[in-house]
Protein backbone atom coordinates (compact mmCIF):
# COMPACT_ATOMS: atom_id res chain seq x y z
CA UNK A 1 0.00 0.00 0.00
CA UNK A 2 1.72 3.53 -0.99
CA UNK A 3 0.09 6.46 0.67
CA UNK A 4 0.14 9.59 -0.88
CA UNK A 5 -0.82 13.51 -0.08
CA UNK A 6 0.24 16.41 -2.01
CA UNK A 7 1.11 20.02 -0.52
CA UNK A 8 2.17 23.12 -2.02
CA UNK A 9 -0.24 24.39 -4.81
CA UNK A 10 -1.79 27.38 -4.73
CA UNK A 11 -1.71 30.99 -7.23
CA UNK A 12 1.15 32.59 -9.27
CA UNK A 13 1.32 35.03 -12.15
CA UNK A 14 2.39 34.03 -15.73
CA UNK A 15 5.72 34.05 -15.90
CA UNK A 16 6.31 32.82 -11.84
CA UNK A 17 6.66 30.09 -10.12
CA UNK A 18 5.58 26.59 -7.85
CA UNK A 19 6.75 24.26 -6.31
CA UNK A 20 4.27 20.68 -5.27
CA UNK A 21 5.24 18.64 -2.31
CA UNK A 22 3.60 14.78 -1.85
CA UNK A 23 4.72 13.43 1.23
CA UNK A 24 4.86 9.24 0.65
CA UNK A 25 4.62 6.03 2.79
CA UNK A 26 5.36 2.69 1.42
CA UNK A 27 7.29 3.41 -1.59
CA UNK A 28 10.05 0.80 -2.51
CA UNK A 29 12.21 1.37 -5.50
CA UNK A 30 10.13 -0.87 -7.66
CA UNK A 31 7.69 1.95 -8.00
CA UNK A 32 7.45 4.81 -10.72
CA UNK A 33 6.33 8.26 -8.78
CA UNK A 34 4.31 10.45 -11.51
CA UNK A 35 2.58 14.34 -11.45
CA UNK A 36 -0.66 14.16 -12.98
CA UNK A 37 -2.91 17.42 -13.94
CA UNK A 38 -6.48 17.89 -14.70
CA UNK A 39 -9.27 20.23 -15.54
CA UNK A 40 -12.23 20.24 -15.30
CA UNK A 41 -14.10 18.06 -18.43
CA UNK A 42 -10.46 16.95 -19.57
CA UNK A 43 -9.16 13.42 -18.51
CA UNK A 44 -5.60 13.50 -16.09
CA UNK A 45 -3.13 13.97 -17.88
CA UNK A 46 0.45 12.82 -16.92
CA UNK A 47 2.94 15.50 -16.99
CA UNK A 48 6.53 13.95 -15.38
CA UNK A 49 7.70 10.80 -13.87
CA UNK A 50 10.52 9.09 -12.30
CA UNK A 51 11.04 5.79 -12.22
CA UNK A 52 13.02 3.75 -9.60
CA UNK A 53 16.28 3.85 -12.00
CA UNK A 54 16.16 7.19 -11.40
CA UNK A 55 15.16 8.15 -15.13
CA UNK A 56 12.77 11.68 -15.65
CA UNK A 57 10.35 11.81 -18.20
CA UNK A 58 7.94 14.97 -18.97
CA UNK A 59 4.92 15.86 -21.22
CA UNK A 60 6.07 17.93 -24.24
CA UNK A 61 3.90 21.05 -23.09
CA UNK A 62 5.97 21.22 -19.13
CA UNK A 63 9.45 20.13 -21.15
CA UNK A 64 12.24 22.73 -19.78
CA UNK A 65 9.91 24.48 -17.65
CA UNK A 66 8.86 21.92 -14.58
CA UNK A 67 11.72 19.54 -13.09
CA UNK A 68 10.44 16.16 -10.81
CA UNK A 69 12.65 15.19 -8.28
CA UNK A 70 12.67 12.50 -5.53
CA UNK A 71 14.33 12.94 -1.62
CA UNK A 72 16.84 9.60 -1.12
CA UNK A 73 15.87 9.75 2.19
CA UNK A 74 12.11 10.11 2.75
CA UNK A 75 11.49 9.76 -1.01
CA UNK A 76 9.06 13.04 -0.19
CA UNK A 77 7.89 13.61 -4.28
CA UNK A 78 8.25 17.21 -6.08
CA UNK A 79 7.38 19.19 -8.98
CA UNK A 80 9.02 22.40 -9.55
CA UNK A 81 7.42 24.64 -12.02
CA UNK A 82 8.75 28.04 -13.80
CA UNK A 83 7.86 30.25 -16.26
CA UNK A 84 4.48 29.16 -15.11
CA UNK A 85 1.54 29.84 -18.32
CA UNK A 86 -2.62 30.10 -17.73
CA UNK A 87 -2.78 26.74 -19.27
CA UNK A 88 -0.90 25.33 -16.51
CA UNK A 89 -3.89 26.09 -14.23
CA UNK A 90 -5.20 22.69 -13.45
CA UNK A 91 -5.48 20.14 -10.25
CA UNK A 92 -2.31 17.99 -9.43
CA UNK A 93 -2.25 14.49 -8.53
CA UNK A 94 0.86 12.91 -7.38
CA UNK A 95 0.46 9.00 -8.47
CA UNK A 96 2.71 5.90 -8.44
CA UNK A 97 2.75 2.13 -9.27
CA UNK A 98 4.74 -0.36 -9.14
CA UNK A 99 7.03 -1.93 -11.99
CA UNK A 100 6.76 0.88 -14.49
CA UNK A 101 8.89 2.69 -15.90
CA UNK A 102 8.93 6.43 -16.46
CA UNK A 103 9.35 6.19 -20.49
CA UNK A 104 5.66 3.88 -20.35
CA UNK A 105 4.23 6.68 -17.30
CA UNK A 106 4.49 9.68 -20.20
CA UNK A 107 3.93 6.82 -23.45
CA UNK A 108 0.36 8.20 -25.26
CA UNK A 109 -1.52 5.92 -23.72
CA UNK A 110 -0.05 5.30 -20.40
CA UNK A 111 -1.30 2.88 -18.07
CA UNK A 112 -3.67 4.13 -14.55
CA UNK A 113 -1.82 4.13 -11.56
CA UNK A 114 -3.05 2.19 -9.19
CA UNK A 115 -2.25 5.03 -6.01
CA UNK A 116 -3.11 8.49 -5.82
CA UNK A 117 -3.59 11.64 -3.99
CA UNK A 118 -6.19 13.73 -3.41
CA UNK A 119 -4.91 16.66 -5.82
CA UNK A 120 -3.95 20.21 -5.22
CA UNK A 121 -4.98 22.90 -7.38
CA UNK A 122 -2.75 25.06 -9.23
CA UNK A 123 -4.05 28.39 -10.42
CA UNK A 124 -1.75 30.69 -12.47
CA UNK A 125 -3.29 34.16 -14.17
CA UNK A 126 -1.88 36.26 -17.08
Known amino acids: QVDLRESGGGSAQAGGSLKLSCGVT???????MMWYRQTPGKEREAVAA???????RYADSVKGRFTISQDPIDHTLFLQMSDLKPEDTAMYYC?????????????????????WGQGTQVTVSS
Open 95 to 115: AADLWMTAYQALAPKPPRPKY
Open 50 to 56: IDGDGAR
Open 26 to 32: GYTRTHC
